[in-house]
């Protein structure tokens, strides 16, 4: 019994840890990426609430969090509130497969920097990601109004097509590491010394295209092209209830898609040991902020498709080329024989 | 402990598909719907069918219940609102039928002997692989085809006429 008190204290003490760092990055994230965004455009970016504007983030959640709430006429009530936590859940969620360093010990207790280590970690991820779906469609719905509604759909038939390309995408790495379980991914990695993008670059291309759709970024991002649709499918919620719906969607959604890619293709926690024990944390946590900074980096320089195109490219090019690298992927591991 | 996670489980279930069946608002509906389908994936990690429980959220939460989902949000509202009340013609006919399969399935449990589990699975996804292409190979097989004929009949009915 002691023991299950004792594992039930560990991860209850993961959870915390990760929620408060995930919720905190997430907001600190708009700042980087209003700093980001300045310099682009050749601006400052914010510069007045703090040193570097760097207390912006605080002085915004303080703005939403004290405003008025309107809740729009012919609102679905319930609903309308439950969306909220239908987008932000499954964008958490997404952190708990994922590992950030190789297992310690303290006190005579192993314990592995990730949440849960299922041996179904890849499906959790496809799962939780299109699980985010039902946010956008619901809370387009309950706000009773044309824009979000359009809005919520387009962004629905986007999650669905490259919700099937990430899957296809990804199948060759499984295919390569002969497990699902993310630690397990790595692990295979580092025992051949090898990342997987160079033996899977398509794949890591496709993953990469699936990524920015599925985290509402450019150039894919029709969901919320300003000048259609206003925001598209959260226009009508107000306060903190719509800063959850962002956050969820382009900064927890993004980061915990990058920590999947670097521990599907660039070898997770692997690294030169440079700062002894918590190198392997910073070598995981450096690899996922050059992912994102290039996802920040595409959306303030790149123009987004349109609407039609978005589900064509996904349905018409990347799908047959996902099947190809499959097809060629199982092939060759079943010649030369990849892992057992 | 593992009974509490299991009345969790169940009862979160159980109020789900009652929701389900009993709410009149479709939207409503189809989100206890949701609810149940996550429960059962809930219930199978629960039991150690991990894959099973992965499939379940992909598959039925998501590939199949927003489709649902998509047809019901765009129903338009009116249409909703004139439709009162229970189908009670149907209750009428449907109230007999679900007593003789209760019955049936109240005697199966109390007569029958449960099925015990033989040996522990290590991974899940290698045996129900491995059981997909040995045993069942043929069914598998049958079944992808039967998939590929409505995939095709599917593109056809959604091409444009020119």
Redesign the interface.
Known sequence: MSEFVVSLVITLIKIGVLLGVALGLGAYLTWVERKLAGHIQARLGPTVVGPFGLLQPLADGLKLMTKESIIPKGADVPVYYLAIMMAVAPAILLFSVIPFGPEFRILGYEIKPIISDVNIGLLVVFAMGSLAVYGTIFSGWASNSKYAFIGSLRKAAVIIAYEVVLGFSVLGVILLAGTMSTTGIVEAQMERGVWFIFYQPVAFILYLFCMLAESGRVPFDIQEAEAELVTGYNVEYGGMRFGALPLAEWYLNTVALSAIAVVLFFGGWSGPNILGPISPYFWFLAKTFGLVFFVLWLHWTLPRFQAKDVTEIAWKIMLPLALANVLITAVVVYIFGGAG | ?EWVIFGVLAFWLLVSVLGAVLVK?P??SI?FF?SSVLAMAGLFLSLGA??L???Q??IY???IV?FY??VI??IPWEKVKRFEGVYKKELLFGIPVVLVIFLLMGSMVLRGRFAQPVGVVE???REVGRTLFTSYLFPFEVASVILLVAMIGAILLGRKEE
């Open positions: 402990m608002n939207v409503h989100l949701l991990e894959l429980a992965g499939l959220i992909i939460a998501v590939a927003v989902v998509l949000t765009t991974d899940n996804v």
